[in-house]
């Protein structure tokens, strides 16, 4: 039986009934909670790498991932207005496809969410170090940088995470205030970029368009390599789908939230990479056969030392205006990155954080992980842990790397998504549906496909680190979730879940009095 311990979706959705967080977020907060989660790393940083990876036609890198994301949007939205609660992907899957699948998929949601945290910091010290050089006090060279990056260690992507750490564990949350402020940084900093950047964009950097091609699968390089990196830089609108227990009439509004999250997030990014391309070039560097060196890796460090290309640059956006001659401007877009990229992390290792408690809350994981602070009312033990390990990788690895590994969870996790509500359809055809995916038999299998492709364009490295993560969720699971699941025969569920107290107010939304 290949979907065993199902638990059922009515089960889930009374769960959830019982933590009951308050409902205060509208369409508009969650477009902007979208649009904050999304911009980030991705668009700041990746641009390099996609670069690296295909040169000028990493604008239609840009175009296959949004395309990829929008299919996958419009699955994950159908089962996030049926099903509004927390978990995200993991919660879905046990409702459908059974606890083996739903763990295999809270496994690959480690590799999104942690790992995404250590890209985003690893993101963040590049900006950070490019300010401090700037400013006249620049860190040693072996400390700005990872072993495969051409340094030792990253001592600022350690300190950021660490930091982001802290404040999750006194609870220090975001408000959706300062979250609308953040992503206006974002959004200024990137329209600046644009206004700068584009007027300078000549037909020159264009050419060749595809120095690596279309690229093959397991390369990890050429259109598609690129394209399954730049996918992180959309990712995050799942964050709207999570938000689905604090959210105002979740039917109506979570699509909303997703769709149009993603939607402004494309334009943004095709002009910025547009403007880039344009204005300094993106042509990668390549190794005495002509081959495109790897991202993150040590040649290609070494290939770089001296150069101002962009694909060597750790802070591209703030680079482009710098070499354009608005050195001004490419610091205050590097001040905009170093101010926002930090609530990414803080959201992700949230996330994270939020996913071990649910999996811990069904028996899957020790119940140590749902222990909740008595004063700080915040589930401190698996926050330390998570952050901990955040940090040390984050130290150590370059972002390239860390993106693509944070992608192959992600684009399982959309597979499993997409099957799930195929499935559904046909199982429970008469569930209510606030929103239903359109064209799904057209929708979902184009979605898995395209994730499928992403995900098989990822490099050798990146896909042997992901199922060596899998084989130890496997042996974690047979040896410990399989026998201490809720689900499991003679366990019955808890009747008293552990409650977070005050509700988090991460995703809070203004003060809306009494
Ligand atoms: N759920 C995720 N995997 N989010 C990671 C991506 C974060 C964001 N899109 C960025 O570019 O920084």
């Known amino acids: 039986m290949l979907f065993w311990r199902v638990k059922p979706l009515d089960q889930i959705l009374a769960t959830a009934e019982r933590k009951s967080l308050k409902r205060q977020l509208g369409a508009f907060q969650l477009t902007m909670l979208g649009i904050g989660a999304i911009i980030g790393t991705g668009i700041f940083v990746l641009t390099a790498e996609a670069g690296q990876k295909a040169g000028p036609a990493m604008m239609l890198a840009f175009v296959i991932a949004a395309v990829v994301c929008a299919l996958a949007a419009l699955a994950y939205a159908e089962l996030a207005a049926m099903v509004p609660v927390s978990g995200s992907a993991y919660t879905y899957t046990y409702g459908v496809l059974g606890e083996g699948l739903a763990w295999a998929v809270g496994w690959a949601l480690v590799l999104e969410y942690a790992v995404a945290a250590c890209a985003v910091s690893v993101g963040w010290s590049g900006y950070m170090n490019g300010l401090l050089i700037s400013a006249g006090y620049p860190l040693p060279e072996f400390l700005r940088t990872g072993p495969m990056d051409g340094g030792s260690f990253n001592l600022l992507a350690l300190l950021i995470a660490l930091v982001v750490t802290f404040l999750l564990v006194i609870g220090t949350s975001k408000s959706a205030k300062v979250n609308a402020v953040l992503v206006l940084i974002k959004v200024a900093a990137l329209t600046a970029f644009?206004?700068?950047?584009?007027?300078?964009?000549?037909?020159?950097?264009?050419?060749?368009?595809?120095?690596?091609?279309?690229?093959?699968?397991?390369?990890?390089?050429?259109?598609?390599?690129?394209?399954?990196?730049?996918?992180?830089?959309?990712?995050?609108?799942?964050?709207?789908?999570?938000?689905?227990?604090?959210?105002?009439?979740?039917?109506?509004?979570?699509?909303?939230?997703?769709?149009?999250?993603?939607?402004?997030?494309?334009?943004?990014?095709?002009?910025?990479?547009?403007?880039?391309?344009?204005?300094?070039?993106?042509?990668?560097?390549?190794?005495?056969?002509?081959?495109?060196?790897?991202?993150g890796s040590p040649q290609l460090a070494e290939a770089c030392k001296g150069s101002d290309a962009l694909?060597?640059?750790?802070?591209?956006?703030?680079?482009?205006?710098?070499?354009?001659?608005?050195?001004?401007?490419?610091?205050?877009?590097?001040?905009?990155?170093?101010?926002?990229?930090?609530?990414?992390?803080?959201?992700?290792?949230?996330?994270?954080t939020r996913i071990f408690f649910t999996m811990s809350r069904d028996g899957l994981l020790p119940g140590i992980l749902s222990k909740v602070h008595p004063r700080f009312h915040t589930p401190y033990v698996v926050t330390i842990i998570t952050g901990?390990?955040?940090?040390?990788?984050?130290?150590?690895?370059?972002?390239?790397?860390?993106?693509?590994?944070?992608?192959?969870?992600?684009?399982?996790?959309?597979?499993?998504?997409?099957?799930?509500?195929?499935?559904?359809?046909?199982?429970?055809?008469?569930?209510p549906r606030p929103f239903r995916t359109p064209m799904v038999w057209l929708v979902c299998p184009l979605a898995i496909a395209g994730c499928l492709l992403l995900f098989l364009n990822l490099s050798m490295y990146t896909l042997s680190l992901f199922f060596g993560w899998a084989v130890i969720g496997l042996v974690v699971y047979a040896f410990y979730g399989y026998r201490n699941s809720d689900l499991a025969p003679g366990r019955s569920p808890p009747t008293d879940t552990p409650q977070l107290e005050p509700a988090p107010k991460f995703h809070e939304g203004p003060d809306l009095g009494p």
Not at 312 to 326: D, I, K, Q, T, W
Not at 341 to 349: D, F, G, N, R, Y
Not at 396 to 404: K, N
């Open 194 to 295: 644009i206004i700068i950047a584009i007027p300078a964009v000549q037909d020159e950097n264009f050419k060749p368009f595809f120095p690596t091609g279309w690229g093959s699968p397991l390369g990890g390089i050429g259109v598609l390599g690129a394209a399954a990196s730049i996918f992180f830089a959309y990712v995050g609108f799942d964050a709207v789908s999570t938000a689905a227990e604090e959210t105002k009439n979740p039917n109506r509004n979570i699509p909303i939230g997703l769709i149009a999250s993603l939607g402004v997030c494309t334009i943004f990014y095709l002009l910025v990479g547009y403007g880039a391309v344009g204005s300094i070039g993106s042509q990668p560097m390549l190794d005495l056969n002509g081959v495109a060196f790897h991202p």
């Open 311 to 352: 694909v060597c640059s750790r802070e591209p956006l703030a680079h482009v205006l710098r070499m354009l001659g608005f050195a001004k401007w490419g610091n205050a877009i590097g001040l905009a990155a170093a101010l926002a990229l930090p609530s990414v992390i803080l959201m992700m290792i949230y996330g994270q």
């Open 388 to 431: 901990v390990f955040v940090a040390a990788f984050a130290a150590l690895f370059p972002v390239g790397v860390l993106a693509d590994i944070s992608n192959s969870g992600t684009l399982f996790a959309f597979v499993m998504v997409s099957i799930a509500v195929m499935i559904l359809r046909k199982q429970q055809p008469n569930r």
